[in-house]
């Protein structure tokens, strides 16, 4: 069964920076990309952020250009966010998730195939 385990939630203060982790194990299929996703109490999830696995291209959701940077470790089998200028509206439970397809689409929840459990980020301001 494929894992995908978040780390680096917390609370920080607005201004302040954040950086998120999520590994993956027991592989099924090849990765096409992974992405970030996050749902703030009472909205639906929405978008963050993907790259490409082999290539590295990356798309983000215009709330987080200039301040969010996603990366990853292929050989560590992990995915990496770094949260800058974080304001109380970045608030929310953060998402990892796999894609294994190379159909098109890259923003929506069912683009991708496995999902972690998240972890919890608070914006004090």
């Known amino acids: 069964q494929v894992q995908l385990v978040e780390s680096g939630g917390g609370l920080v203060q607005a201004g302040g920076s954040l950086s998120l982790s999520c590994v993956f194990s027991?592989?099924?299929?090849?990765?096409?990309?992974m992405g970030w996703f996050r749902q703030a109490p009472g909205t639906e999830r929405e978008f963050v952020a993907t790259i490409t696995w082999s290539s590295g291209n990356t798309v983000y959701a215009d709330s987080v250009k200039g301040r969010f940077i996603i990366s990853r470790d292929n050989a560590k089998r992990t995915l990496y966010l770094q949260m800058n200028s974080l304001k109380p509206d970045d608030r929310g439970v953060y998402y990892c998730a796999r894609k294994t397809r190379t159909a098109s689409g890259c923003s929506k929840e069912e683009d991708y195939d496995y999902w972690g459990q998240g972890t919890k980020i608070t914006v004090s301001s």
């Open positions: 027991r592989r099924t299929g090849i990765t096409y990309r």
